[in-house]
């Protein structure tokens, strides 16, 4: 007997990740763009996404799509 396959089929990640540039200390990090907690930039700490429910507030400069989906 064949084994059904776990999830529901067709099924893939809704959002993407991104580049941003914080805009303190330029530093460039990447961020799931529905992030449900605050993201810190590593390196400076000023806050890089801020989790509104959807989409993030993202408060630097996007610099790319990573990952599309």
Do not use: S, Y
């Amino acid at each position: 007997m064949a084994r059904r396959p776990t999830g529901a089929p067709g099924l893939t990640m809704a959002g993407n990740f991104v580049t941003v540039a914080c805009p303190d200390c330029e530093n460039e990090q990447v961020v799931f763009e529905k992030a449900a907690t605050a993201v810190a930039c590593e390196v400076c700490g000023h806050t890089l996404a801020r989790p509104t429910g959807g989409k993030a507030a993202i408060e630097g400069e996007v610099l790319e799509t990573v990952e599309a989906r």
